[in-house]
C-alpha cells in the first residue's frame, strides 16, 4: 500500500496544480484585458511635408553657356578677322613642333651653361637626359620660345589664354638648379 501511496502522492499533487493554474489563468487573462484597455498608444502626429517653392532664375539677360548663340560667337571669334591674339598664335600652329615642348616646364631643370662659338648654351635635364638648349629653341607646352640664356637662367615668351580666353604673352623662367643628381 505504501507503494501505491508514492505513485497516487505525485499524481494528487499535479492534479492539484493543474486545477490552481486553471483558475489563475482566468485571473491573468483578466489582467492583460485590463491593461490593454488602459494602454492608449501615444503617436505624435506627423507635420505636414513643407511645399518646394522655385525660386526665379536671376540670370536670364547672361547667355546660356551652352546655347547655340554663345557657340557661334566663339567660332565667330576664332574663325574671323585675326585680332592680336590669333596673330600671335597662328605662325605658332603653323611651324613644326621640337621635342622639349612635349613636356611641361616644370619637370625640366637647368643645370648648366656653355660658350659655344659665342652663343649662349643653356643645358636641361629632363627624364634623365641632357638637351642643350639655343636662343630660338621652343620650350614647354605653352608655345615657349627662349628669348635669353644667362649663366643662371632661361627666359622664356609663352602664348597662353587668359580668363576671357584670348591668347596673351606671358615671359618665364628656368633658373639654374644647383645640387641636382
Request: hydrophobic share 40%.
Amino acid at each position: 500500500m505504501s507503494r501505491a501511496l508514492h505513485i497516487l502522492a505525485p499524481a494528487a499533487v499535479l492534479i492539484g496544480v493543474l486545477t490552481g493554474c486553471a483558475s489563475s489563468d482566468d485571473d491573468l487573462r483578466q489582467w492583460m484585458d485590463e491593461r490593454r484597455r488602459a494602454a492608449t498608444p501615444k503617436v505624435t502626429p506627423v507635420s505636414e511635408p513643407t511645399r518646394y517653392t522655385p525660386l526665379a532664375y536671376a540670370g536670364g539677360g547672361v547667355a546660356d553657356a551652352f546655347s547655340s548663340e554663345r557657340l557661334t560667337q566663339v567660332l565667330r571669334r576664332e574663325t574671323g578677322p585675326q585680332g592680336t591674339g590669333m596673330a600671335l598664335l597662328t605662325p605658332e600652329l603653323n611651324r613644326r613642333k621640337e621635342a622639349l615642348e612635349a613636356y611641361p616646364l616644370d619637370v625640366m631643370s637647368m643645370v648648366g651653361s656653355l660658350d659655344k662659338a659665342g652663343q649662349k648654351v643653356a643645358l636641361l635635364r629632363v627624364d634623365k637626359l641632357l638637351y642643350q638648349v639655343r636662343q630660338g629653341n621652343y620650350l614647354g607646352q605653352n608655345y615657349g620660345r627662349v628669348t635669353q640664356i644667362t649663366e643662371r637662367e632661361i627666359t622664356l615668351r609663352e602664348i597662353v589664354q587668359d580668363a576671357a580666353g584670348e591668347w596673351i604673352e606671358r615671359s618665364s623662367m628656368l633658373q639654374l638648379q644647383e645640387n641636382t643628381k
